[in-house]
């Protein structure tokens, strides 16, 4: 069977199959539906935007971390639109690569010929799904030409891992809407895990008071007025509610599982296929650097901020080497890089920066399997750090100019949230009851919001000689 055939073989296969192998997708193992994501109502909306004659929306694109349940959003996608009249392809790329051995171009080609028509001369429109497109080198050329080649008949639905941006360019860019997918909130839990539903009215007013008050009275204001509602919500959720999330399910695909031992095992497999697949899609990096990579995120778990030289020195690896593999990582957004204030200007450039994980389950995996050198309290706090950057990486894209620095300088905060000309301080913790590092801070860069978020507080508190909030961290993730 030549190459043409076997292509043929496959497309047919998939035509055959797509709506069997997409059920396990959307439904459960009680053939009940599975909640859907927010993300999905969102592609959802730009899908039907599509069949309102609106051709901007001709090629849509998720992306986002490994884990984020960008497949799952696909197919659910898919299934609720089966029944439309049209063609669907419903197409892995990881296969279409590395099974097939072909590639987007080809396998588009051989659709073609099976339907012994080109695609602008198709009867009805064709919905392309693409899984994992970064797995084709040339997926981008090769979904421009499909969009310029079909006009307006075709939709194309694309997900891949963050690496794929590394080869994006503008071109690319005018013509797809991409859409960022990112590890769940707490509220996305509740809802998902055990069908609570949070207020959505209530999180905009505990965003609105935290990242749009002018003084960190007007934080406190706002916040005791929705208060005596905010613990009604804590009233339906179980105390260990919040220490699964954190520590186990921040990330969809590991909801159906219950067995703690199970979750960091498929946790463990996530990073694997990260640094395997993700990190050197081209075959750049040879296996030995791949083998300093594990070692390199123990670190970063371990760490506050991150010297290159010296882990160069350590690992007895080229400075530029680790450097390297730290740009991968951040570019898999499997590592979010905070810098030091003022890093915009050249002379502290060269300043350590701070690397958290783009979801507190990553930490806790390597904790909980290689354990810990530094003690539980501060390790906890390093999981609040992860929790806080991760939901300021969601909140940002709302807000703009914004930026998320850090204090690098002696008892300096965790955070500062820039918007516009205001600098918003955070500290977070277990129990935090001192104001020293965000009283610092906000004096170094001269900010009248200072923010201390502390898991252990129950009560909303404002200290009015020194201007500083304290919010219970609970409060918070209801965002």
Known sequence: MNQEEKIQKYLEQQLKTCELNARGYVFDINNKKKPKRDAFKVVEKYFNLFLNKNDSYRWIDLIGLRGTGKTTILQQLYYSKKNMDAYFLVLSVDDIVNVLQSNIAEVIQGFEKLMKKSLWELDKPLFIFLD????????????????????????????????????????????????????????????????????????????DAIFNSNNSKEIFEKLEKIETEIKKIYFKIKPFAFDEYLNYSSLPYVLGLDNKEIILNTIRKSVERIIMKDMSINNE???????????????????????????????????????????????????????????????????????????????????????????????????LEDLISMYIMRIKERYFPCSLTFDNEDNGADFIFSVGDKKIVIEVGVNKDKHKQVLQTMKRIESNLGIVLSEQETELKYDKKNNIVTVPLSYFVLI
């Open 132 to 207: 994992e497109v970064q797995y084709d080198k040339n997926w981008g050329v090769s979904l421009k030409v499909l969009y310029d080649k079909a006009l307006k008949n075709v939709f194309v639905f694309s997900t891949g891992s963050s690496a794929l941006l590394l080869n994006t360019n503008a071109d690319i860019a005018r013509r797809v809407i991409s859409t960022k997918i990112h590890p769940m909130s707490f509220s996305e839990f509740m809802e998902i895990k055990y069908d609570i539903k949070i207020s959505k009215t209530i999180s905009t007013k505990i965003e």
């Open 285 to 383: 990096l040879d296996s030995k650097t791949l083998g300093t990579v594990e070692h390199i995120l123990y670190a970063v778990a371990n760490m506050d901020t991150i010297n290159f030289s010296t882990l160069s020195q350590k690992l007895g690896i080229s400075r530029s080497t680790v450097s390297d593999i730290f740009s991968r990582l951040e570019k898999t957004e499997l590592l979010i890089r905070i810098y030091p204030k003022g890093s915009h200007f050249k002379q502290v450039t060269n300043k350590p920066s701070k690397f958290l994980f783009a979801s507190p389950v990553f930490r806790n995996m390597y904790y909980t399997r290689l354990g810990s050198i530094i003690d539980e309290k501060n390790g906890r706090g390093k999981l």
